[in-house]
């Protein structure tokens, strides 16, 4: 599959990206104020190519989508009868998404596992992903929250990504050697028209990746995560690591949402005004930071207090997810939770200290 | 039943049972003809009328809200149309921060006898809606997104911004350490600040031995208002440690009783300002590139009035074109409570706080191009909340109506429409409590200038009841209270 | 939820401009409507009947009617299905005939109002909850703040009845106003020949414990259990000693202190008994002109005093009552004439305010009933009364008419002529206003009987001349100037809101009108109530009042109490706020904004909360908006109640 | 009505399901046969799944859960306490507590709600063939013993000595007064009722649930003991039996959580690596030993 790679000369990317999303809404970075966010992409638009402030994991699992319409119908010859009638009907877009990272990419992965994978498949997500084509920007510059490479992700991951696009060469001069990693990716970057890559762009494209792999690591040697499940299960019941570790959180839920990994959504019931007949059920984003997250109808709750959210956080990231799935851990190292946050907290700092910590004070 | 396409338009009315809702019973009584537009919506009193709900008509899809309660005096319950006068003219004055024309929201006072007066009020102000025709939706607007480009400039500061040298601010940082030192044995902890994940970014701490103590820095990256942190401190002794504009929020934290001053000790420092690193990471960031935006200096030293930021490329910057909004207008430099170490921050050099940038370019802009505007901001709201959790003053946190269902003000949907009423929702719930500590607008990760419809609230608040927040700890927040007569709210003559 | 409607025609009321079958057809296809109907007169016995037939047909548990005001007959069908054992509060009206069909003729646009309502009523019902009314038990006395007529008159009216009363006077004796009086028109009987009587009946009353010389200073709880505290003002004498032998008045050197109970027509003891028939019948220090208190030394009366009931240290007391009503009796004040610099003000010795004036005539009065003139004590032989002053005149705040100063005026120049049988007296008036029974045949004895020259017209300026006062004014009915010469010049002042009544009212909270009078419930229907339950209004504290109002309005309140009284048990009205004690973060925005102090703290499991004192609330609902988390909601009229009207109709 | 969504171009408009089997999201809607006020807060509701098909091929084990929902409202988690050995409906049992379930008080017969069910594990109720059955309830906690109790009864030959020890607070608190009175008067079974405040008229026991459970002292021996009620007195209960020999192994409870999905996707009720709606509810004393201790 690798070998399957087509080169991009800088002037031309708006162009060949016209025609990889032909019959596809293409999502792209933009600038909005002061934030770079995935926006469908108009034809010939030049695509901005900084890494954007929210990942694009709304464009297969959408902030908010409705699961179903419910309509009541009146039985004509007796009001008192009322049937109701569901309609699961919902709009899949075939959609290209481009300028997404390495982390972002994976981040579907990390979802895959869950939603496709698990005890039951999800068919709103399963379609979603099925109709769009991920087309990934590798990094090649390390910024100062990032840290893909602790966590089994890194540059230039292709996990998740259809095709992998990786900037080769400087200025006007330079360009993408765009490798495809599926089979989809290989057919619609062959809808491009594009030339091959040759030896010397791939082995530029490597270089790149192994330059950013070096500056990631020249910034912060990637610690050995393997025991880190079973390093904060002992921690659970250290109330004071907790204690200390969330001080400062806010319990708000921007690290949960700019996390491209973080899956997890509520489920409720709107009527809609007018007759009254009529109304939906919503899947909407939701935040394990968020004391109603756990909050029984009762009042009672599991996770009272931000310090056991947070526990839950860090733990579902680096203990359970990885200890139900293959020691994948379900953080890609992106570091928006860290520069989104309100106060910096920051994941990294919690997942080395529970891990070790814990032979300084054994008080778990 | 038929629908009446283009020859009604629709109209919200809510009337007090005892006054207005008979009145236009006596109108009705009187055979006095008038719009079929109106639906009213009858409730106990005026002062049971949620501006909230004017808002949610309003956005939607109502043309026009009409409220109408006893006449000043005349309130069966004494006082609910006083509150009521109050809370809607607050609202009125808000209204056109959205992009919606007030003309469309109007409050009055008819008595149970006044059937003519009723038939008037209601045909001059639908007569009015009809002019102003059908209501358009702000989430149908088309997008306003003036380009806050790379290297904006702000207005100059109202004083000059120089930190002391080093050598003095180490000293005073060390007298600081000190006072806290030997505060800490009676408290729970200190909460101040310390180096955070980046030389660029300060985290709070929170010091509870007296080795922590070591780790509090003090300087132009200590952007956050630790106020926020001490309703949960509730019942236990804390200190914080403020800058001068927080220190407003403490104060209005003591005025509302949510914390006890007997629970609080305040330090304080003067400020010379606090940069918003947003503005400092643009200035820094490469040409666009394949870059990440996340880059970081190596190391950030404070030179009087300007940062140096070591790294790849050593960067020096006024600190007058990097600093916070706020401080460009900030006239507290000196916390104005607590135990302050260093008093001697600069005042300001002009007549006095004039309108925040931000809230300026909102004035420029038209009613269409502000709903255009929030529609195309509030597009990305995550509702991630962190405004809210931000906020010192936004005390209900795990209640907040945002989510709840009983009250069940907004959905769960993600479009514009819901995160928008929840911006006024949060904007109304601050009038008069908002120190305008913008750490709304901080907090937010995707950067949506949220501060911008308080400081338009604090405007109103201003103008209407001549009061600021956070500045006397004996005052009452001007909407928990009333005047018989109010000195800047004209009747309103319908 | 199984709802009902019915859609009303009231004849052609409703009928005639709205499709009303065709309602009741829409608002079938509603949620959770499971029956709908029209109905000719839903009101009339056939139309109540039909409604509780469809409710146990159908097993409704909800009914929304559509037709007239709910402020007619909300009570009507809240009673209708109760009757068919549904809860009260399960029920909405739509108002489609004052709201509808009244004012506009469109019938397309009436109709489709008309379901609209409809629709909202449903869903606003869809939301209902049955409420409960809870029963308390009340303190079966009555508080009575004023002592006079019409204080006394309720007093004695509740007393009569059976019950206690605390009756707390400002004054150290009952008798307010009337007592000052010389005689009352029509009829000229004797004033404190027919209200003694009344005040002895007061004193001696068993069942009615008398406060004079006190105040109320707070008041607390709610209709039925009242707490009240009651300031008793030091008097300096031991009353329960004082025998009224008036032995200290004799003997008091300090006689220059102001006589306030003969309008400061001269001058009394420091010591004293403000008149020979008060009750309580006691002697009061004024220490403000003591000499024991001014000086440190004297001490005379407490030498004389054969009881040795003189008490130079005694301090103010506060005794709680305990009552379950309150009725307030507060009386009026006098216009400040000095306000009037055409009429001296107040710097003409001989123009003096009709209230001095009846005490000039009064035998009991500071001139023994000579009329004499302050100035220099010559008896008057015109005397020039002047009416509206303070009354009826914007320029000074008070448009208002004071309703008796016309009858007292024309009483008191018959008194003149009685009194100094060669005397004149002229009246400057603007309307007369004998609207009385036997009022106008007075004013008319007064002009034709006794010669009482009325000039109609308006006095421009009193001008001392000699030892005359020469009034000069404009005759309108003969359009020339008039200048009468005069010895004595009576100003009929108007009524006023007693002073400290808006202090008063606020403790009651109670409302009251732009010049201090206290609202009453309804001008028409309910003028002895207040909107603050158990709080009753007797007298001139409501407008001004002659006598027999006054005394009318006494019984009337008397009769309230007692009637409220007469059950066993209250129900408190559960259209009120109520907590959500898992929601509340204890911020108490709620407790400072509620106008009846009916939200208090209390504390659960060591957190603050708000609490509603159901008895007090009286379900106006601004803590609701004031609370941010909408954790005190207004029972009936809850957040999601009002929010599911709008979105029925702005969602659509 | 047009209440599909008008497609746009380039948009496939797609059905995703039209019942809970093939869309796990989307509810069965299934019609109120019949209702029971149990106690003041709880109610019981019947309900059969429209679809006739669904209904009749609708299988489950005692002790799965579904989630049942009123359109508009939303949904909850309630065990299915009818046995599958008796499917003319399926039956929930509610506790009156926050918005959804206030709102399910006030269904009558004949009104709509949603099915999502089976969903999660169930009692291991092969394996206890042939053993002794203790079966300890508190409160609404009895609703789950309710479907394996009358499972067993169903097949009564299978089980052992079969004892069940029912408490509530009061007598007016205690549901299921019918099947109570039924089992009190079987032979093959042993019934006890204890409530914490008795009326002076009360026959059975009066106590706390523990402490009439060490009176009754049942054996360990060849046994299980089945628990469900509020945490605490799981916890006393647990002690109770650990006194009477009873191994972690012997024990089993089922577990509440907060849930959305049910089916182990949206995140909310995990215990560590164990989510509750699809790794249980139910688990031996010696699994949720081994779980965090988050509950």
């Known amino acids: 599959m690798m070998s399957f790679a087509r080169y991009i000369a800088r002037g031309e990317l708006a162009r060949a990206l016209d025609d990889m999303a032909r019959g596809r809404v293409a999502y792209a970075p933009r600038r909005e104020g002061d934030a770079v966010v995935f926006r469908p992409r108009a034809e010939g638009e030049e695509p901005l190519l900084a890494r954007a402030t929210v990942p694009p994991k709304g464009v297969i699992f959408p902030q908010s989508e409705r699961l179903f319409a419910f309509i009541r119908e009146k039985d004509p010859n007796d009001p008192g009868r009322t049937t109701v009638r569901l309609d699961s009907t919902v709009d899949i877009e075939p959609a290209l998404i481009f300028g997404g990272r390495p982390c972002d990419a994976r ?57 992998l696009l990786t900037p080769v060469g400087g200025g006007d001069e330079g360009g993408f050697v765009a490798m495809a990693v599926t089979e989809r990716g290989c057919a619609v970057l062959e809808q491009a028209n594009l030339p091959e890559a040759d ?29 880190t499940p079973a390093r904060l299960l002992e921690r659970f019941s250290d109330a004071d690591f907790w204690r200390d570790m969330s001080d400062k959180c806010l319990s708000c ?61 860090v733990g579902h990231k680096f203990s359970y997810y990885p200890q139900l799935h293959e020691g994948v851990v379900s953080c890609n190292g992106c570091g928006r939770c860290i520069t989104g946050c309100p106060v910096s907290v920051d994941i990294r700092e919690m997942v080395v200290r529970a891990t070790q910590a814990n032979e300084e004070t054994p008080n778990a | 039943m038929p629908v009446l396409k283009g020859k009604e338009l629709r109209v919200v009315g809510f009337l007090c049972n005892w006054c207005s809702y008979g009145g236009a019973d006596t109108a009705g009584v009187g055979r006095f003809s008038q719009p079929t537009d109106l639906r009213i919506i009858r409730v106990p009193c005026s002062g049971r009328v949620d501006p909230m709900f004017v808002v949610k008509a309003l956005l939607g899809g109502a043309d026009g809200v009409l409220v109408s309660g006893c006449h000043p005096r005349d309130c069966h319950y004494s006082q609910g149309n006083f509150y009521a006068r109050r809370r809607l003219e607050t609202l009125k004055t808000f209204l056109p921060a959205l992009g919606i024309d007030p003309d469309r929201f109007q409050y009055t006072w008819v008595s149970a006898s006044e059937g003519q007066r009723w038939k008037n009020v209601v045909s001059t102000f639908v007569e009015k809606v009809h002019q102003l025709g059908h209501a358009p939706r702000i989430e149908e607007a088309a997008p306003y997104l003036p380009l806050a480009e790379k290297g904006d400039t702000l207005p100059a500061p109202l004083r000059p911004l120089a930190w002391p040298a080093a050598g003095t601010l180490t000293a005073s940082l060390e007298q600081l350490r000190e006072k806290i030192r030997a505060a800490l044995p009676e408290l729970d902890c200190v909460i101040g600040w310390q180096q955070g994940f980046d030389a660029l970014h300060a985290t709070p701490l929170f010091m509870r031995k007296p080795e922590d103590v070591d780790k509090l820095t003090w300087g132009p990256l200590n952007v956050h208002n630790l106020a926020t942190y001490l309703p949960q401190f509730k019942n236990r002794k804390v200190g914080v440690v403020v800058k001068g504009c927080d220190s407003r929020s403490v104060i209005e934290l003591l005025q509302e009783k949510l914390v006890e001053p007997d629970n609080v000790r305040v330090f304080g420092m003067a400020c010379e300002g606090v940069v918003d690193v947003e503005r400092v990471r643009k200035a820094m960031e490469p040409a666009e590139g394949a870059a990440c935006t996340d880059v970081a200096p190596a190391a950030v030293a404070v030179e009087g009035d300007g940062l140096a930021f070591e790294g790849d490329t050593p960067v020096r910057l006024k600190l007058a074109d990097v600093v916070a909004e706020k401080c460009r207008t900030c006239d507290t430099p000196v916390p104005l409570l607590g135990d302050v170490v260093e008093g001697n921050a600069s005042a300001p050099a002009g007549p006095g706080p004039d309108a925040p940038p931000s809230l300026e370019a909102l004035d420029a802009m038209t009613p269409e191009q502000r709903r255009g505007f929030w529609r195309a901001q509030m597009d990305r709201c995550l509702r991630c909340y962190a405004c ?107 | 939820m199984r709802i009902g409607v019915f859609v009303c025609h009231c004849g052609s009321n409703i009928g005639g401009t709205v499709d009303v079958p065709g309602v009741a057809q829409v608002a079938r296809a509603y949620p959770d409507v499971v029956f709908s109907s029209d109905t000719m007169y839903a009101c009339s016995e056939p139309g109540q009947a039909a409604i509780v037939d469809a409710i146990r047909e159908h097993a409704l548990d909800g009914v929304v009617v559509a037709s007239c005001t709910p402020r007619m007959h909300e009570p009507t069908f809240r009673r209708t299905v109760e009757r068919a054992g549904l809860n009260r509060y399960m029920f909405e009206m739509a108002n489609i005939r004052e709201h509808v069909s009244w004012i506009g003729k469109d019938r397309e646009a009436n109709s489709n109002k008309a379901a609209e309502l409809v629709r909202m009523a449903v869903e606003k019902l869809r939301l209902n909850a049955p409420l409960y009314p809870k029963s308390f038990d009340v303190t079966k006395r009555v508080l009575v703040i004023g002592g006079g007529v019409a204080g006394i008159q309720a007093a004695l009216d509740c007393a009569d009845g059976g019950i206690e009363v605390v009756l707390v006077e400002r004054e150290s004796t009952i008798g307010g106003k009337m007592a000052k009086l010389d005689k009352t028109f029509p009829t000229v009987d004797c004033s404190s020949c027919i209200l003694g009587p009344k005040m002895v009946d007061v004193s001696q009353h068993p069942n009615i414990r008398l406060y004079a010389h006190a105040e109320v200073e707070k008041i607390g709880g709610y209709v039925g259990n009242f707490k009240v505290d009651v300031r008793r003002k030091a008097t300096y004498v031991d009353w329960e000693l004082c025998t009224g032998c008036g032995l200290c008045m004799e003997k008091c050197p300090s006689k220059k202190s102001p006589d306030a109970f003969n309008e400061h027509v001269g001058v009394t003891t420091s010591i004293n008994i403000p008149f020979p028939q008060a009750i309580p019948k006691k002697a009061i220090i004024d220490p403000t002109s003591c000499r024991q208190f001014v000086k440190g030394k004297c001490g005379v009366c407490a030498k004389v005093c054969p009881t040795g009931a003189i008490r130079y240290d005694m301090e103010d007391q506060v005794v709680t009552e305990e009552v379950g009503a309150i009725i307030t009796a507060t009386g009026y004040d006098l216009f400040d004439y000095t306000r009037y610099a055409e009429y001296g003000g107040g710097r003409y010795p001989d123009v003096i305010t009709s209230l001095q004036y009846e005490r000039l005539l009064s035998a009991s009065g500071p001139t023994g009933g000579h009329v004499k003139r302050p100035s220099d004590g010559k008896e008057p032989k015109t005397v020039v009364f002047i009416q509206c002053v303070g009354s009826r005149d914007r320029s000074v705040d008070r448009p208002y008419c004071s309703g008796f100063c016309c009858m007292y005026t024309a009483k008191q120049a018959v008194l003149t002529k009685d009194h100094i049988p060669d005397s004149r007296s002229y009246v400057f008036y603007m309307d007369i206003r004998a609207n009385g029974k036997m009022y106008e045949e007075f004013t008319r004895r007064a002009m034709e009987e006794y010669g009482v020259q009325y000039v109609r017209g308006r006095v421009s300026m009193i001008v001392p001349q000699g030892d005359k006062y020469l009034v000069r004014g404009v005759d309108t009915l003969l359009g020339e100037q008039v200048e009468v010469p005069a010895d004595l010049v009576v100003l009929a002042v108007g009524a006023e809101s007693s002073h400290g009544a808006p202090q008063l009212a606020e403790k009651l909270r109670i409302s009251y009108d732009n010049y201090g009078f206290f609202m009453e419930s309804h001008c028409k229907l309910r003028p002895v109530e207040t909107n603050t339950a158990g709080v009753y209004l007797a007298g001139a504290c409501q407008g001004p009042k002659d006598i027999p109002s006054s005394v009318g309005q006494g019984s009337a309140a008397a009769a309230k109490v007692l009637g409220l009284f007469s059950r066993g048990r209250l129900e408190s009205d559960p259209q009120i706020s109520q907590v959500d004690v898992r929601r509340c973060v204890g911020c108490g925005k709620c407790i400072t904004t509620c106008p009846y102090g009916a939200i208090e703290w209390m504390e659960l499991r060591g957190e603050m909360k708000a609490r509603v004192i159901e008895t007090v609330c009286q379900g106006c609902g601004i803590c609701t908006v004031t609370c941010p988390q909408g954790a005190i909601q207004l029972q009936h009229f809850t957040d999601n109640q009002i929010l599911a009207e709008v979105n029925a109709l702005c969602l659509s | 009505m047009p209440d599909a969504i008008t497609p746009q171009a380039g948009v496939h408009a797609t059905t995703l399901g039209t019942g809970f089997t093939d869309n796990p999201y989307l509810p069965d809607v299934a019609t109120v046969l019949e209702t029971v006020q149990e106690t003041p807060a709880i109610k019981t509701l019947r309900v059969r799944i429209d679809d006739p098909a669904r209904m009749e091929s609708f299988r489950f084990n005692p002790g799965q859960v579904g989630q049942l929902s009123l359109f508009g409202v939303g949904e909850s988690t309630f065990v299915i306490n009818s046995p599958p050995t008796r499917m003319d409906y399926l039956q929930f049992s509610i506790m009156r507590a926050g918005e959804v379930t206030a709102a399910l008080h006030g269904l009558k017969p004949g009104d709509k709600v949603g099915v999502r069910a089976p969903l999660g594990n169930w009692f291991p109720y092969e394996d206890m063939r042939g053993k002794d059955i203790v079966f300890v309830g508190g409160g609404i906690g009895m609703a789950p013993l309710r479907t394996l109790l009358l499972y067993m009864l169903d097949n009564r030959a299978d089980y052992g000595n079969i004892t069940l020890l029912y408490g509530a607070r009061t007598p007016t608190d205690m549901a299921f007064r019918d099947d109570v009175q039924e089992w009190l008067g079987r032979s093959d079974m042993q019934t006890t009722l204890t409530v914490d405040q008795a009326p002076e008229d009360w026959p059975h026991r009066a106590g706390l649930i523990p402490h009439v459970l060490l009176d009754l002292a049942p054996s360990n021996a060849n046994s299980v003991a089945v628990l469900c009620g509020p945490p605490i007195m799981i916890k006393f209960t647990v002690e109770a039996l650990k006194k009477l020999h009873f191994a972690d192994e012997q024990i089993y409870t089922t577990l509440e959580r907060r849930m959305k999905c049910g089916i182990g996707i949206c995140g909310r009720c995990n215990i560590g690596t164990k989510y509750v709606c699809v790794d249980g509810p139910v688990f031996t004393y010696a699994e949720l030993k081994d779980l965090p201790n988050e509950l």
């Open chain 1, 253 to 313: 839920g921007a690290c949960t949402y700019l996390c491209p990994t973080c899956y997890c959504f509520n489920i409720t019931d709107e009527n809609d005004g007018g007759d009254g007949m009529r109304g939906r059920r919503l899947r909407s984003w939701d935040n394990c930071m968020s004391s109603l997250f756990t909050r029984e109808a009762s009042g009672h709750n599991p996770r009272m207090g931000k310090a056991l959210r947070l526990r839950n956080r």
């Open chain 1, 199 to 227: 030896a010397a762009r791939m082995d530029a494209a490597q270089a790149v990746h192994a330059a950013t792999q070096a500056a990631l690591d020249a910034q912060s040697p990637a610690p050995d995560l393997s025991a």
């Open chain 2, 388 to 494: 809210r959790n931000a906020c010192p003053m936004c005390v209900c946190r795990d209640h907040c109506i945002a989510e709840s269902r009983d009250p069940h003000w907004t959905t769960q949907e993600g479009n514009v429409r819901e995160k928008l009423q929840f911006q006024v929702i949060h904007a109304l719930h601050l009038a008069g409590r908002c120190t305008e500590c913008g750490e709304c607008q901080r907090a937010c990760p995707v950067n949506i200038p949220v501060l911008a419809l308080k400081q338009w609230m604090n405007r109103s608040v201003l103008t209407l009841f001549d009061y600021r927040a956070g500045v006397d700890v004996n005052a009452v927040p001007p909407l928990l209270a009333f005047a018989v007569e109010e000195k800047n709210i004209k009747e309103h003559g319908l």
């Open chain 1, 107 to 163: 981040g579907f992965h990390i979802f895959d596992r869950v939603y496709l994978n698990g005890p039951y498949r999800d068919p709103y997500y399963a379609a979603r992903r099925e109709a769009t084509v991920v087309v990934t920007l590798a990094c090649t510059k390390a910024g100062s929250t990032c840290f893909c490479h602790w966590t089994g992700c890194g540059p230039a991951d292709a996990t998740g990504s259809d095709i």
